[in-house]
């Protein structure tokens, strides 16, 4: 069986993430975030990415640890994995 991202709905990603974000402590959701954003830049969704980027710090998640990594790669001009 082939676990690739077409197995998977985007429906089905913000399910998942919505729910691990429920599971973990506050200090650990930059970290869950940046897993969320990385499923779309790994797709080269990039402004699906940077959507939820955006909507992640609206939300109040800091950007940092991990989740400032992925802030880096979206303002890339040459975006990860071209």
């Known amino acids: ?12 990603v913000d399910a998942a993430f919505e729910y691990s974000m429920g599971l973990v402590s506050t200090e ?7 897993a969320k954003v990385m499923w779309y830049i790994h797709q080269k969704k990039f402004d699906d990415a940077s959507r939820i980027f955006h909507k992640m710090i609206k939300n109040g998640i800091p950007v940092v ?13 040459t975006k990860t994995n071209e």
């Open 28 to 34: 650990k959701l930059p970290n869950v975030a940046s």
């Open 65 to 77: 640890d991990d989740l400032f990594l992925v802030s880096e790669m979206l303002s890339s001009p």
């Open 1 to 12: 069986m082939d676990w690739g991202f077409e197995m998977f709905s985007d429906t089905d």
